[in-house]
């Protein structure tokens, strides 16, 4: 084609990419939100962004306090602290500071004085319906998966007394203290009616997949769902490999749920940070492989939390279509590396994947981390079908619209109505 031309077409499939992006709605997949009904649960506001636990980890890079010592201050005090440390004495400049004020600015609060009462005062103008609303719309998010766990007590009971479900919420059932500490677990499933013993008879199983199911019909959830360490392995002998083979894979062959397997935690390496204190590690994939293999009819999905684990990552849901890829999880929330991730992605699986969730733990975070993520989806987008456009292939308006759709949910939810057969 001619240069000329060629140019002219890159620019106008980059101006229907980026305005495709900016208004495709998004199903978030993984995120630490709660349904309204779940009250105290649902986090938001400006003193929850400050402590978020991102930013507590980058505060103690400057902060000289002890760490029992904050943990000891209420939370707006802590708020205080964070502010006056990442964002007065120093500029906001990290990936997770800038998301606050991105945050800020699009919801139209003046942050130019830099005066933290001001911002609080406008924070109690909102009421928690209207504002769950909002932030959506700024961020748009159409729906939110929930990290819903029988295993916290807030949360528990809310979901046993039942409650009428806002349809913008979806539930994602986590079992991590099931698959990750068996042993101070079975005790509290006996506790609840659940006939197990520590030794995983056939009847212990038998059991553990009631309570499964028990939990799967009162939550409706979309996956069953574990973050797990970076010594992963399967098969195995230990607990949390027999668990997975004989509960959790049946149970999600059973109800047609996939399987979501995070893994590439390193819990607690500095336990004095609490939440903040979970660093990374790289894992072995073969554990991935061979579940995909060994249970070619049940869903995997997976996300993991090393960069040197993204390659093989991908390479592996090349080998097996029972096994979906999906976001860049906390420490590759980056504007930097989601780029690198998601180019790669593209590279290897067209398509067929999910580039990001956002793991708000914060109602707010909803609108910075999609605003972000999407800036770099769409420059990687306008880069790949310029590059189509540059051979002949110009894609048109609808054909653009129906791979962001995918990107932003589609993919995954014709993943979740896949008949492996
Ligand atoms: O295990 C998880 O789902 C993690 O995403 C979180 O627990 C983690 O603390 C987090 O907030 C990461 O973004
Ligand atoms: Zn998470």
């Known amino acids: 084609m001619n240069p000329l031309t ?3 077409m890159r620019d106008q499939v980059a101006a229907a990419v980026e305005e495709a992006v900016a208004r495709t709605p998004i199903s978030d997949i993984h995120t630490h939100l709660y349904d309204p009904a779940f009250g105290k649960l649902l986090l938001w506001g400006i003193d929850e962004l400050l402590t978020y636990h991102y930013l507590v980890a980058e505060s103690f890079r400057y902060i000289d306090m ?3 010592n904050f943990w000891e201050l209420p939370k707006a005090r802590q708020a205080e602290l964070i502010w006056d440390a990442l964002f007065i004495k120093n500029s906001p400049i990290s990936e997770s500071c800038r998301g606050v004020l991105t945050t800020l600015n699009l ?5 130019r004085k830099r005066d933290l009462n001001s911002i609080r005062k406008w924070f109690t103008e909102w009421d928690v319906e209207d504002y769950i609303t909002r932030s959506m719309e700024l961020a748009h ?6 990290t819903n766990s029988p295993f916290d007590e807030m949360e528990r009971s809310v979901w046993e007394k039942g409650f009428p479900r806002d349809s913008r919420f979806t539930a994602g059932l986590r079992i991590d203290p099931l698959l990750l500490s068996w042993q101070s677990t079975w005790g509290q499933l006996l506790h609840w009616g659940y006939k197990v013993s520590e030794e995983l008879t056939a009847h212990t199983i038998s059991e553990v997949r009631r309570f499964l199911g028990d939990w799967t019909e009162r939550m409706n959830p979309r996956f069953v769902m574990v973050s797990l360490a ?3 392995e399967f098969p195995a002998q230990n607990e949390c490999a027999q668990l997975i083979e004989k509960a959790i894979v049946p149970h999600c062959r059973e109800f047609g749920i996939p399987f979501a397997l995070m893994p590439g935690v390193r819990r607690q390496a500095n336990p004095e940070l609490k939440l903040a204190g979970d660093s990374v590690g790289r894992v072995d994939l073969s554990a991935v492989q061979n579940l995909c293999a060994m249970f070619s009819d049940t869903k995997f999905i997976t ?3 090393s960069l040197e684990n993204q390659h093989e990552l991908c390479v592996l849901a090349r080998k097996f279509r029972n096994l979906h890829i999906f976001g860049c999880w906390w420490f590759l929330n980056n504007p930097s590396l989601v780029d690198e991730i ?3 992605r593209v590279e290897l699986l067209g398509l067929s994947f999910t580039p990001q969730h956002s793991d708000a733990r914060v109602l707010d975070q909803l609108i910075y981390k999609w605003h972000h993520s999407r800036q770099v989806i769409s420059r990687v987008l306008v880069e790949k079908y310029g590059d189509l456009a540059a051979t002949g292939w110009i894609p048109t308006r609808e054909e653009i619209d129906r791979d962001i759709q995918k990107l932003f949910g589609g993919a995954f939810d014709d993943f979740c109505a896949l008949q492996l057969r």
């Open 6 to 8: 060629t140019e002219l």
């Open 66 to 68: 002890p760490f029992a």
């Open 107 to 111: 919801l139209g609060v003046d942050v």
């Open 141 to 146: 998010v159409r729906s939110i998966c929930m």
């Open 230 to 232: 970076d010594d992963f």
């Open 303 to 305: 996300t993991v939390l």
């Open 342 to 344: 998601t180019r790669m």
